[in-house]
T-cell receptor
Framework: EADIYQTPRYLVIGTGKKITLECSQT?????MYWYQQDPGMELHLIHY???????EKGDLSSESTVSRIRTEHFPLTLESARPSHTSQYLC???????????FGQGTRLTVV | AQTVTQSQPEMSVQEAETVTLSCTYD???????LFWYKQPPSRQMILVIR??????QNATENRFSVNFQKAAKSFSLKISDSQLGDAAMYFC?????????FGAGTILRVKS
């Protein structure tokens, strides 16, 4: 069973609020990822990290930011939430040489 | 462009019967990994099966098997003896640039 955790599972928040989505893994994986899953269910990579102090933009442009201060922790922050940020956010991790990725349960964000 | 195409947005299968989900992909790499992931209504993505492109033998995991046609760049998933618990969204994916690239997904409904 994958040991990767996301909190909160569900979040409803007002426009303009700052939010941080948490993601932690206990597998010692170097690589971590954030995917955005839109209402049509497609997954788009928005951020990834190769390790501590490494962050990269993904294939889909996002107003969110990430940080990687500890290996096990990869939080995603939105400074000012907007209704267009409403989506499902999935965190994943893998070893540095990607042969399999493990996913968290996701955070469903609704901005009203 | 490196893409994954799942041409069936939705499929239905009767319990205990067999269903095949289609996937085609486009890559210029000669060696790569292909995956089928399952996302049940609880939302956590789970790896169903993995295929290494240099292996000619099709991967199998219990009731799940793949038909990997490297020249045709086709990677279909066969689910035998379908169960109610198989109902989920299924994503085909492969690794490109050390990142997972996903198809749009196929919703599988299982009828009792």
């Amino acid at each position: 069973e994958a040991d990767i955790y996301q909190t909160p599972r569900y979040l409803v928040i007002g426009t303009g609020k700052k939010i941080t989505l948490e993601c932690s893994q206990t597998m010692g994986h170097d690589k971590m990822y954030w995917y955005q899953q839109d209402p049509g269910m497609e997954l788009h990579l928005i951020h990834y990290s190769y390790g501590v102090n490494s962050t990269e933009k993904g294939d889909l442009s996002s107003e969110s930011t990430v940080s990687r201060i500890r290996t096990e922790h990869f939080p995603l922050t939105l400074e000012s939430a907007r209704p267009s940020h409403t989506s499902q956010y999935l965190c994943a991790s893998s070893e540095l040489t990607l042969t399999e990725a493990f996913f968290g349960q996701g955070t469903r964000l609704t901005v009203v | 462009a490196q893409t994954v195409t799942q041409s069936q947005p939705e499929m239905s299968v009767q319990e205990a019967e067999t269903v095949t989900l289609s996937c085609t992909y486009d890559t210029s790499e000669s060696d790569y990994y292909l995956f089928w992931y399952k996302q049940p209504p609880s939302r956590q993505m789970i790896l169903v099966i993995r295929q290494e492109a240099y292996k000619q033998q099709n991967a199998t995991e219990n009731r799940f098997s793949v038909n990997f046609q490297k020249a045709a760049k086709s990677f279909s998933l066969k689910i035998s003896d379908s169960q109610l618990g198989d109902a989920a969204m299924y994503f085909c994916a492969y690794i490109y640039g050390n990142k997972l690239v996903f198809g749009a997904g196929t919703i599988l409904r299982v009828k009792s």
